[in-house]
């Protein structure tokens, strides 16, 4: 995110002041009636950036939308 905001890694606010890791964690982690990871999409705001997570794997970072 500071490579692409183009700003000093320690200006960002912690990411898990936005999104509870623990919770995305869960939401992707294998359930007892799975054999592999479950599938899905999550999206928020972080920074001036939109962020997208696909299947637990896949980020795509766009421009933050301003209403």
Same mark, same amino acid.
């Given at each position: 995110m500071s490579d692409r905001e183009d700003t000093d890694p320690t200006?960002?606010?912690? +990411?898990?002041?936005?999104?509870?890791p623990e919770a995305l #964690?869960? +939401?992707?982690?294998?359930?007892?009636?799975t054999t592999? #990871?479950?599938r899905g999409t999550v999206s928020f705001d972080y920074s001036e950036s939109h962020l997208?997570?696909?299947?637990?794997?896949?980020?795509?970072?766009?421009?933050?939308?301003?209403?």
């Open positions: 200006s960002l606010p912690p +990411l898990a002041s936005v999104i509870d #964690d869960a +939401l992707f982690a294998a359930t007892g009636e592999g #990871d479950r997208t997570i696909v299947d637990g794997q896949t980020v795509v970072v766009e421009p933050q939308l301003k209403l």
